[in-house]
């Protein structure tokens, strides 16, 4: 459970009572840093406001290629943790905002103009693998005498079927 301690330099000073630790919040309610006493979490907070954070444009690489675009809104050096919203599409869930622990998560970079460049190669790369699949599968399709259970004359009802 939290407990609001003030409002200080424009974010919520909180004690949490499972951690035991001040916890420093935006105005969205997502943590920006913690600390074990209120003047180190006042101090916490002052120094987020001088060095206020500029959210950095990023995109997600995925190891199969799947390029996803997006920003990272907030760092909790703390934790070693950061916010990202995703746009919205096929590879995000719900909102499109996650947590992502910076010591283990890989595939996020900054959206620099070089890294833009190397994206299209990745997203070119991308479409050649589906033609490729898309052909595989055209081919599978031109396979005959498959070893099923017609093969053997087992007659099976079709609801049967939709199981296998």
Not at 39 to 49: G, M, N, R
Request: charged share 35%; glycine share 6%; with cysteine.
């Amino acid at each position: 459970m939290e407990i609001k301690i003030k409002e200080l330099y424009g974010y919520e000073l909180c004690y949490d009572e499972r951690s035991r630790r001040f916890v420093i919040k935006d105005t969205d309610g997502t943590e920006l840093g913690n600390a074990p006493t209120q003047d180190e979490a006042e101090s916490k907070a002052k120094a987020l406001t001088k060095a206020e954070f500029k959210r950095i444009r990023v995109v997600r690489v995925q190891s199969d290629g799947r390029v996803t675009m997006g920003e990272l809104t907030s760092v909790n050096k703390d934790d070693k943790e950061a916010w990202v919203v995703l746009e919205k599409g096929e590879d995000t869930w719900g909102s499109g905002r996650e947590k992502i622990h910076l010591a283990h998560t890989t595939g996020y970079f900054e959206a620099t103009a070089k890294n833009m460049t190397v994206l299209e190669n990745i997203k070119k790369r991308r479409e050649i693998i589906n033609q490729t699949l898309n052909e595989i599968k055209s081919l599978i399709e031109t396979l005959e005498s498959p070893i099923n259970l017609g093969y053997f004359g087992i007659n099976v009802k079709e609801s049967e079927t939709a199981n296998y």
